[in-house]
């Protein structure tokens, strides 16, 4: 498949889910494809991929497209009070019940949660997952970020992508932006108030017991991130049209929206 195909294929697809035109001259969509994509939206833990991008994984499977939820980690680190063995084992029955909501397949990298590495090892060990699963687009963090293994997955993720020869799209997405996440400028909206129902149920299940210094509001709405820094007030965005951001200049809150960087 040709960059140029790619795109004309990643184009055409969410918009016409409700009917509408694709504003972008490179899109995530979901819907109008000439062929079954695959999105890989890679996360470092289980918790990761819902909640920044589960908008958007869920437009895509419902449109038949096939999603994958790539987890660095298996959220070893991620339970007070329990082993990495038992925190592994919670954290990955919670992600396979996510991506049974959501739509999506899990895969599992093999790194371990606090202790995520980069070097030449990994930088292979990742690109061979990629190579396996052959998506046309992948969605991961910004790699300004102040979790490591956040970092590490954006970075291997990028190198992955390097070595492939670009072969796929690659864009980023956000997490807790201003605690985690950091000057981070989407260049992409997506409206996802038609799947936020879909969303917050695994969301919450995974992140709220998990991380209780977060707010309630930001934790069960996987779309709030959306609110912090929306699009031009000149804009209007519609339900399933991606567009990219005009300029850098801040309206009022806007929800319903996920956001990212290409």
Known sequence: ?????????????????????????????????????????????????????????????????????????????????KSHEEAARIRTEEAEAACRILGSRPVFAGQVDGSTEVNRARYDELKRVLDEEKPDLVVTHWPIDTHRDHRAISLLVYDAWLHSGKSFELYYFETESGEQTQHFWPTHYVEITQVEGKNAKPVTRTRVRIRRKVSTRSTMRCTDSAAMRPASASRRLTSGTIRPLPDRSLGVGTRGFERFVF
């Open 1 to 81: 498949m040709t960059d140029m195909t790619r795109r004309e294929a990643l184009k055409g697809a969410a918009s016409l889910a409700v009917g509408l035109p694709v504003a972008s001259a490179l899109a995530f969509d979901a819907q109008g494809a000439t062929k079954k994509l695959k999105v890989v939206v890679a996360g470092a833990h289980p918790d990761d991929p819902e909640s920044a991008s589960g908008g958007l994984m869920v437009l895509y499977a419902k449109a038949g497209h096939e999603v994958v939820s790539l987890y660095l980690t298996r959220g070893e680190a991620g339970v007070p009070g």
